[in-house]
Antibody, heavy 116, light 112 residues
Framework: QVQLQESGPRLVNPSGTLSLTCTVS?????????WSWVRQPPGKGLEWIGE???????NYNPSLKSRVTISIDKSKNQFSLKLNSVTAADTAVYYC?????????WGRGTLVTVSS | DVVMTQTPLSSPVTLGQSASISCRSS???????????LSWLQQRPGQPPRLLIC???NRLSGVPDRFSGSGAGTDFTLKISRVEPEDVGVYYC?????????FGQGTKLDIK
């Protein structure tokens, strides 16, 4: 079964850029799947951030679109998230996932805190 | 955006009894291809969400048949029969018919 693992800085300064990478193992990132990023503020619900396809095509949540870039690196079997101009409201557990295609793999998530 | 509204937000259940969660969408989830992209996810304490059911009623491999999904259009239901201790957690409905994909607020299932 495919496994996903998020990596990146756990602490980001306000107004800085949050950068995370998701490494896909146990399978190829070159599939018919769209690869997504989802976040969950502590104690709250889920928010879809955006997705990327193997071709590099992307879809973003309009609420974050002006600040988000999602990209894919097929040679490394990875996809990445960049969120700029962050504030405390961006503090959350960030998950990478294949959301909708069975088996619907998710990473374990990484808590990113925005604070000085 | 499609707003997903779940009821109840909290559901205390006796072991062995059934639980039912309702999910209503602000717009029809029937996609242009005729498919309804409504999913249910389970999030156990301290774990990432897990996809249980996709396309309204298609249970994923390994998901007990105690879980069943139903509904159409804008009204959907997740039923859990014979609740077991491992079912404790938060359940989310989610739609992928329209971008941005959206989730319900979550329903917390716990044992009485």
């Amino acid at each position: 079964q495919v496994q996903l693992q998020e990596s990146g800085p756990r602490l980001v300064n306000p107004s800085g850029t949050l950068s995370l990478t998701c490494t896909v193992s146990g399978g190829s990132i070159i599939t018919t799947n769209w690869w997504s990023w989802v976040r969950q503020p502590p104690g709250k619900g889920l928010e879809w951030i955006g997705e990327v396809y193997q071709s590099g095509s992307t879809n973003y949540n309009p609420s974050l679109k002006s600040r988000v870039t999602i990209s894919i690196d097929k040679s490394k079997n990875q996809f990445s998230l960049k969120l700029n101009s962050v504030t405390a409201a961006d503090t959350a557990v960030y998950y990478c996932a294949n959301l909708w295609v069975p088996p619907g793999d998710w990473g374990r998530g990484t808590l990113v805190t925005v604070s000085s | 955006d499609v707003v997903m509204t779940q009821t109840p937000l909290s559901s205390p259940v006796t072991l062995g009894q059934s639980a039912s969660i309702s999910c209503r969408s602000s717009h029809s989830l029937v996609n242009d291809d005729g498919v309804t992209y409504l999913s249910w996810l389970q999030q156990r304490p301290g774990q990432p969400p897990r996809l249980l059911i996709c396309k309204v009623s298609n249970r994923l491999s390994g998901v007990p048949d105690r879980f069943s999904g139903s509904g159409a259009g804008t009204d959907f239901t997740l039923k859990i029969s014979r609740v077991e201790p491992e079912d404790v957690g938060v359940y989310y409905c989610a739609q992928s018919s329209q971008i941005p994909y959206t989730f319900g607020q979550g329903t917390k299932l716990d044992i009485k």
